[in-house]
């Protein structure tokens, strides 16, 4: 069973300092992998997603994510962190069918 | 372009006792899925509804159904709620075959049980 993990479950970064989220997948094949982020009182936002060809894809609010089949992974960047940043994001895949698996979700809170 | 209506946005419940949560899809979707989320948790898939049928369901018992209306609209029903079912359902709506990608989510229905 495909399943998604994010090790981190609170990071707190400075406003303007970079911001690395991390994301390891099981999944025997290359599953389509996606960023969601989550607002209190809002719903879940699309930051990016990737099917397939190019590792590096871009998103929207400035965030990009780094597919490695090698390692299983799929971490979330931005180089310079705002203060509107701070939510829930949520690394999730998807396989054959059509649910999403969602990881657990690492809460960022950013220092002014 | 309205997204994702669900309503109600909160509402209380006593053990035992039957909800019924209800999704209006984006405009041109015609796929809902409905999710889960506890409280420091990620969502978890409960099922999806294609053409009024269950097209697939996660592992969730069966006090949890579900229906969809020639409209594409759609309702969650959870019977002899328990504690546990406290949470935050989310809906979920997409076109037909799109694998993910275009998933609109609504802002969700919190549920509390008591």
């Known amino acids: 069973a495909q399943s998604v993990t994010q090790p981190d479950i609170h990071i707190t970064v400075s406003e303007g300092a970079s911001l690395e989220l991390r994301c390891n997948y099981s999944y025997g094949a290359t599953p389509y992998l996606f960023w969601y982020v989550q607002s209190p009182g809002q719903g879940l936002q699309l930051l990016l997603k990737y099917f397939s060809g190019d590792t590096l894809v871009q998103g929207i609010k400035g965030f990009e994510a780094e597919f490695k089949r090698s390692q299983s992974s799929f971490n979330l960047r931005k180089p310079s962190v705002h203060w509107s940043d701070a939510a829930e994001y949520f690394c999730v895949s998807t396989g054959g069918g059509n649910k999403l698996t969602f990881g657990t979700g690492t809460q960022l809170k950013v220092e002014l | 372009d309205a997204g994702v209506t669900q309503s109600p946005t909160h509402l209380i419940k006593t053990r035992g006792q039957q909800v019924t949560l209800r999704c209006s899809p984006k405009s041109g979707h015609d796929t809902v899925s409905w999710y889960q989320q506890a409280l420091g948790q990620g969502p978890q898939f409960i099922f999806q509804y294609y053409e009024e049928e269950e097209r697939q369901r996660g592992n969730f018992p069966d006090r949890f159904s579900g229906h969809q209306f020639p409209n594409y609209s759609s309702e969650l029903n959870v019977n002899a709620l328990w504690l546990g079912d406290s949470a935050l359902y989310l809906c979920?709506?997409?076109?037909?075959?799109?694998?993910?990608?275009?998933?609109?989510f609504g802002s969700g229905t919190r549920l509390t049980v008591v």
């Open positions: 979920a709506s997409s076109s037909s075959g799109a694998r993910g990608y275009g998933y609109t």
